[in-house]
């Protein structure tokens, strides 16, 4: 359902900029369904059709389109750190044939700091985290970065797929932290509801880097607007297809931002979210 509401925001975003789909551009979709070692095949039988330009979703998918061609256009959105992961040469001159949008740091310090807010005691968090995933490694270290001024013990904890789950859920429940935190990764959020429903049998506060989270019953979501991020994808195909080149392309951040708090969450665990939360919510779920 995610990755169907990501393509009807690039569908939306070529709208806008005068693309509809069936009369002056074709859009062909292929979906992982959570399993990275897929996203080979699926950017191989692309490059195969051929397209014009490929447009991927999060860090996994962006690396396997690079692996599979260095000629056509890629422009990426829901990344994080294209420079360190090799995806990009910097942000201003990205090189190469990739662009695009992505997460550049400042929503990792920002969701440790509204958990701080919702819990001033907080002192210490679990994080989820696939080491596969250059982009989930990146966002480990920088929330480690954040946590330390704030005086926040981070905790991570492995999650490589569907045979060590319990493993790391029975981790984090011997640990008793405060609070639990995810990065954002395909596989991470396709254990969305279970992820979930372990936070409320533990009675964790949570943070979350997706709205899927949310929607299943998590505590509080905050980041870059992700449908956002795919309306800005569009103008960047735009531009390609108008004889732009990604190379020259500066990568974007998002610009909008957007927290979502679950109140009913909250009253079922007995806690009280303070009023300046709550105000600055984008969307509280009652």
Known sequence: ANDLSNLEALRAGLREVGYVEGQNIAIEARWAEGRSERLPQLAAEL????????????????????????????????????????????????????TGVAFIGPEYGK???????????????????????????????????WATPLGVRLEPHKFRGPHDFEQVLAAIAGKRPDALMTTADPLIASYSTPIVDFVAKHRLLSMYPGREFV????????????PEMYRRAAVYVDRILKGSKPSDLPVEQPTKFDMVINLKTAKAFGLTIPQSLLLRADEIIQ
Do not use: W
């Not at 929607?215 to 992700?226: H, R």
């Open 47 to 98: 490059v195969r059709l051929p397209v014009d330009i490929l447009c991927t979703a999060g860090s996994l998918a962006s690396g396997a389109a690079k692996q599979a061609t260095t000629t056509i256009p890629i422009v990426f959105a829901n990344v994080a750190f294209p420079d360190q992961s090799g995806l990009v040469a910097s942000y201003p001159r990205p090189g190469g044939n990739l």
């Open 111 to 145: 969701r440790l700091e509204l958990l701080r807010e919702a819990h001033p005691r907080l002192s210490r968090v679990a994080l989820i985290y696939n080491p596969d995933n250059p982009g989930s490694v990146l966002a480990l270290k920088e929330t480690q970065r």
């Open 215 to 226: 929607d299943a019953g998590g505590l509080m979501f905050y980041g870059g607007s992700v």
